[in-house]
């Protein structure tokens, strides 16, 4: 999507940490998301944050939202070669509205 | 638990043609949201709906059209498809405004 932002590609070795990082525009987003899509597959909701809150953690991911600059990171601890799929983060913005505006997603590459 | 279910999951239809995805939401969920995802692309929001009511409506092309049923499931549309169309093609639903499960997508394919 035009308002959200991630860099393209990230590759890290197995076992080490990812960030990924995305930055969006709408300062009346309420939540964020990080959705994963498999090669071929649908999309799996990781993880979200209301836009209240600086950080979210669920075993291995953890998740930091700097509102002040619109910026959301996604860090996924120990990273697998299961972890390897394209990340989205995505925005659902303030009003009425219900509909995800997307980033154009990271593909992570974990390297054995 | 259960999951949001589309088909065909797979569709592949000539030019002009027409389609129709289903959708069926995850139960007691009130809201259906129809994304595309073109290739290397991310997805991009069509149309939602609350309630069996048009809730939102985003980049939809005039030859589309989508309802939901009493029954909360959904069907999109597709009349006098381009290869432009040539997508995946995602459901969602949510309750209310609480966070959004997709389903698996209907790869559609128009030669």
């Known amino acids: 999507g035009e308002d959200v932002e991630q860099s393209l590609f990230l590759s890290v070795r197995e076992g080490d940490s990812s960030v990924i990082n995305c930055t969006y525009t709408d300062s009346s987003s309420t939540y964020l998301y990080w959705y994963k899509q498999e090669p071929g597959a649908g999309l799996q909701l990781l993880t979200y944050?209301?836009?209240?809150?600086d950080m979210k953690q669920d075993q291995r991911l953890t998740v930091l939202l700097n509102k002040k600059d619109k910026h959301l990171s996604l860090r996924i601890a120990d990273t697998q070669t299961g972890d390897s799929a394209i990340y989205f983060c995505a925005e659902r913005r303030g009003g009425s509205a219900r509909q995800l505006t997307f980033g154009s997603g990271t593909q992570l590459t974990v390297l054995p | 638990a259960a999951g949001v279910i589309q088909s065909p999951r797979h569709l592949i239809k000539e030019k002009r043609e027409t389609a129709t995805l289903k959708c069926y939401p995850i139960p007691r969920h009130d809201t259906v949201y129809w994304y595309q995802q073109g290739p290397g692309q991310d997805p991009q929001f069509l149309i939602s709906f609350y309630e069996k009511m048009q809730s939102d409506k985003g980049s939809i092309p005039d030859r589309f059209s989508a309802q939901q049923f009493s029954d909360y499931h959904s069907e999109l549309n597709m009349s006098s498809l381009e290869l432009g169309d040539s997508a995946l093609y995602f459901c969602?639903?949510?309750?209310?405004?609480?966070?959004?499960?997709f389903g698996p997508g209907t790869r559609l394919t128009v030669l």
């Open positions: 969602a639903s949510s309750w209310e405004y609480n966070e959004q499960f």
């Open positions: 944050i209301f836009s209240n809150m």
